[in-house]
């Protein structure tokens, strides 16, 4: 039952701290303000009208007894009533009265006007309404074979004091409520703060000095994201130097061994070993490319359509096919998507004779489709082949030489820009490249 519950809320709330925080400020607000109106009404306002609507009735009730019971001069009793009361009064003959309308429940002031006329007068016996005239009720009493009409001031039965008391209530919430705003933003300022900090280095972007602000508690989370981020950083700069330090100490004995191969005579063995050396300097390339660092670059609005063409366009292979919707701009790393591309192209061009490559947008969102018509790799791999220096035994990789990082990076690339990739069967009967991309 509690989980039900638990689940219910958690559905309802809102997803933004600063929402709920408002939400938990607003709550106990309405509620205070909503007791106070029904407290307001129940004891003052309802009470007080209910008394100046009886002061009334009991008044049009005199005066009609006044009326009845003079004989010579019934217009000077309704001058005199209309003057000192505050009352219109005239008297219609011959005329029969209206039936009245459905009670307004939601009126206050009808509700209260028709139980007072009930208790001095039959049912059939008054009719009034309410919304006719702005200022005035219309009232009406039965009186032989006409009617008494009455035009009354609203102010007879409704007291002002109702709309001083909305404002009273209605002002202090106003500026309670803009000052719990106030004081929340500036409460969900760091958090909001950190939040985009911690995005944007989990993008791979240079964020240089993070300053913690705010609450205790936020300022210590802070601290801690900003240790964690120098640690990470250190620790890819010195993976970094220690790999470009190999790849130097290791270019120096390959050179070595080119110059050596050159005076070799069977021909043969000099072919196999200068494959071995340049597969050897290509390995060393994918591992700098690897643990290059991205944080240098920065975010840019670049055309994603024109670098596609360009990059496409490079190849001057017409067995390449393209379906790109034009003026595509993205905001991000140009040389990593584009370092990110050309790597999977290539993986394409290397098991396929035939690549389609797609570019389509829906609402807010990229999506970059990679076809080819090579072996493909079954289903059990598509995970494993973006883990670094996985290599896979058969189907595509029998005859190719690889390190097994270009799906990796390529993988790092679009996760560092908020997108992700996955592959899946192709229609080409080949290999599926799917990257999603966040505008």
Known sequence: ?????????????????????????????????????????????????????????????????????????????????????????????????????????????????????????SLEGYWFDTRNYKELIDLRIKYNDGYFKFLVPKDRVSSSSARIFALWITVPAFIMVIISLIFLKNQTRPIINLARAAERFGKGEHIGEFKPSGALEIRQAGHEFDKMRKRIERHLNQRTEMLSGISHDLRTPLTRMKLQIAFIKDKDSEKKLTEDINEMEKMLNEYLQFTSSSYIEKDEMFNLSELIEKLINKYNNENILK??????????????????????????????????????????????????????????????????????????????????????????????????????????KGLRVKIFLPI
Not at 49 to 63: D, Y
Not at 68 to 79: A, G, P, Q, R, V
Not at 371 to 379: A, E, L, R, Y
Not at 417 to 423: D, Q, S, Y
């Open 1 to 121: 039952m509690f989980s039900g519950l638990s689940s219910f809320f958690k559905k309802i709330l809102p997803k933004r701290l600063f929402y709920r925080a408002i939400l938990i400020t607003a709550i106990p607000v309405l509620v205070l303000q909503l007791i106070i109106t029904i407290v307001f009404f129940d004891s003052l306002w309802i009470k007080t009208n209910k008394g100046m609507t009886r002061a009334l009735v009991n008044e049009i009730s005199t005066f009609i007894e006044s009326y009845k019971k003079e004989k010579n001069d019934k217009e000077e009793i309704t001058n005199l009533f209309s003057l000192f009361l505050d009352l219109n009064i005239q008297i219609i003959q011959n005329e029969k009265l209206n039936k009245q309308d459905s009670e307004r429940w939601f009126s206050p002031i009808d509700r209260t006007l028709r139980r007072e006329l009930k208790s001095k007068f």
């Open 323 to 428: 379906n790109l919707i034009p003026r595509v701009y993205i905001n991000g790393r140009k040389n990593l998507i584009n370092r990110c591309l050309n790597n999977l192209i290539d993986n394409a061009l290397k098991y396929a004779n035939k690549v389609a490559i797609s570019l389509n947008k829906k609402n807010t969102n990229l999506f970059i489709i990679i076809d080819d018509n090579g072996p493909g790799i079954s289903k059990s791999e598509y995970e494993n082949v973006f883990k670094p220096f996985y290599k896979i035994d058969k189907g595509r990789a029998d005859s190719k030489s690889s390190v097994g990082l270009g799906l990796s990076i390529a993988s790092d690339i679009i996760k560092s820009h908020g997108g992700n990739i996955k592959l899946e069967k192709s229609k080409m």
